[in-house]
Every structure is written in structure tokens, then in C-alpha cells.
């Protein structure tokens, strides 16, 4: 049963909580990867559909000003809102929305190349829920191991995270 584009942050909270970690306090990649997994297959109702590319998935990395510069692993859904505005007026767009798990790190060299130009995210992928979505989960779960940066920082432990709902368009 699809669940309102407004719950969606709060369903993955619920799916962190089930696996005993609170959204502000993980402390494992791996589990916090487990439950995106599993809520990039909840459908969500009041997005744009698959043609539009109206419920996708990224997964970021870097130092980013708004986290003092410390080094950051991000797991994102994307949202085309479609219950925004007028749908008859000829310029009408959705509201992109952004529910975003944030982890933060401590330094190490390690991961000192992590905000290397060539990669700092996977771009936004469009796969369908269901099979489609768990095997492109899987070939993002490969390349981010075959970076010896991420490779290091996903068996690290967060020193801090957020997780959070937001208008990104």
C-alpha cells in the first residue's frame, strides 16, 4: 500500500528504528544501507510516475560546507511531488523533494581522497521498485566498494547523522 509523499521520511525512520538504530545516531553503513534498501520499495503515492522519472534514488559523498567540511556519506530518494500547483497550467513542474540519510565522519587517511573530482556521487538513478530497483541497488553497492575511499569509510563508524525530508527544485 503506497504511503503519502509527506510520510516518507518518517517511514525510513521507522525502518532504521525496526533494525534498533535512531535516525540521529547511526553507527553502521550497513545497517543504515539495509533499510534505504528496503524503503526505496515502498511506493509512495503523489510523485510523478516511472516515465517521468518521478521516484529515484543517489548516493553521495564528499565534504560539504553545511557539514562543517567533514567527510559525508549520503543516501537519497528523489521525489517528483505532483500534488503541487495548478497540473492544467501550460508551465507547470513538480516539486522535487529530497529525503536524505546523512553520515558523518571522522577524518582518516583513508578516505582523503573521498571528494576527489571524478566521483562524488552515483547520479540519480530511475529504476523501478521491485527487481529493477534491488539490482541497481546492488551495482551501486559494487562500485562504491571498488573505491578504496568509500570502500574504507562504509566499514567506519559515523560519528554523527541526520535524516531529513527537503524541497530541492
Given at each position: 500500500m503506497p504511503i503519502p509523499w509527506r510520510s516518507s521520511a518518517d517511514i525510513f525512520a521507522q525502518l532504521l528504528r525496526q533494525r534498533g538504530v535512531e535516525p540521529d545516531a547511526v553507527r553502521d553503513v550497513q545497517v543504515a544501507w539495509e533499510a534505504f534498501g528496503e524503503f526505496l520499495q515502498v511506493e509512495i503515492e503523489g510523485v510523478e510516475g516511472p516515465e517521468e522519472d518521478g521516484d529515484g534514488f543517489i548516493v553521495q559523498w564528499g565534504r560539504w560546507d553545511w557539514n562543517d567540511d567533514e567527510p559525508a556519506l549520503s543516501f537519497g530518494r528523489q521525489l517528483a511531488v505532483s500534488q503541487?500547483?495548478?497540473?492544467?497550467?501550460?508551465?507547470?513542474?513538480?516539486?522535487?523533494?529530497?529525503?536524505?540519510?546523512?553520515?558523518?565522519?571522522?577524518?582518516?587517511?583513508?578516505?582523503?581522497?573521498?571528494?576527489?573530482?571524478?566521483h562524488q556521487g552515483t547520479g540519480v538513478d530511475f529504476d523501478e521498485i521491485g527487481v529493477p530497483r534491488s539490482v541497481a541497488l546492488e551495482r551501486i553497492r559494487q562500485f562504491l566498494e571498488s573505491f578504496p575511499p568509500l570502500a574504507a569509510i562504509w566499514r567506519a563508524e559515523p560519528i554523527r547523522s541526520d535524516l531529513t525530508i527537503e524541497r530541492v527544485g
Open positions: 503541487a500547483g495548478e497540473r492544467d497550467d501550460p508551465h507547470w513542474q513538480p516539486e522535487y523533494w529530497q529525503v536524505e540519510l546523512q553520515l558523518i565522519f571522522r577524518e582518516d587517511p583513508a578516505w582523503a581522497d573521498l571528494d576527489s573530482p571524478s
